[in-house]
């Protein structure tokens, strides 16, 4: 059984920057992917980046693109999402997850409780 704990949200101005961080314990860190993933109101959860266990392959979805990174340090067990440029329509809830899957963009097992980002024009 793995824990997750995000942290790092907060409201940010159009443009600015924050690094969200999600902290592991309870299994072997380095043996799963690692996804962001988020949820505005009123609409579905959205992925937003993945990392695989060994920080060799990254995927994002094509709206942060440039704009976000993800990686990790798995011997502090933590994933991060260093974000830039952000714009108000990054406002959302965003969730870490992870993952057994190759391909860590999918069946995610296990969720962290989420941190708010808010980002105002």
């Known amino acids: 059984q793995v824990q997750l704990v995000e942290s790092g949200g907060g409201l940010v101005q159009a443009g600015g920057s924050l690094r969200l961080s999600c902290a592991a314990s309870?299994?072997?860190?380095?043996?799963?992917?690692m996804g962001w993933l988020r949820q505005a109101p009123g609409k579905e959860r959205e992925f937003v980046a993945a990392?695989?266990?060994?920080?060799?392959?990254?995927y994002y979805v094509d709206s942060v693109k440039g704009r976000f990174t993800i990686s990790r340090d798995n011997a502090e067990n933590t994933v991060y999402l260093q974000m830039s440029s952000l714009k108000p329509e990054d406002t959302a809830v965003y969730y870490c997850a992870a993952t057994t899957s190759y391909v860590p963009t999918k069946e995610f097992r296990y969720w962290g409780q989420g941190t708010q980002v808010t980002v105002s024009s």
């Open positions: 309870g299994g072997t860190f380095s043996s799963y992917g």
């Open positions: 990392i695989s266990w060994s920080g060799a392959r990254t």
